[in-house]
């Protein structure tokens, strides 16, 4: 199992930054995929950001704010978070995909809460 855990979140007024963190045991050695998701109340979920061992991608309501990057030593994906708006509140999940035959699949952290003040 690759089990994440997130941490980072909190409250912070616009404008202002936070980084997110997604630990996830063996989540290098095993190859995995991790992506950020985050899910406003009332709201569908979104995808954020994903990262794989070839590509990053950012969704278009965060590109040119928000950066995923990970330390592979540290088995941990970043998600930074700057010029937050108060549309960026939400909870924010990570869940890792691929690896070996999808043995990485569909293992979610139990997410941690962004709010951004006006």
């Known amino acids: 199992q690759v089990q994440p855990v997130e941490s980072g979140g909190g409250s912070v007024q616009a404008g202002g930054s936070l980084r997110l963190s997604c630990t996830a045991p063996r989540f290098t050695s095993m190859s995995c995929g991790m992506e950020w998701s985050r899910q406003a109340a009332g709201k569908q979920r979104e995808w954020v950001a994903s990262i794989t061992d070839g590509s990053l991608r950012l969704a278009d309501s965060v590109k040119g704010r928000f950066t995923i990057s990970k330390d592979a030593a540290k088995d941990t994906v970043y998600l930074q978070m700057d010029s937050l708006k108060p549309e960026d509140t939400a909870m924010y999940s990570c869940?890792?995909?691929?690896?070996?035959?999808?043995?990485?699949?569909?293992?979610w952290g139990q997410g941690t809460q962004v709010t951004v003040s006006s």
């Open positions: 869940k890792t995909f691929g690896g070996y035959r999808g043995a990485c699949s569909g293992y």
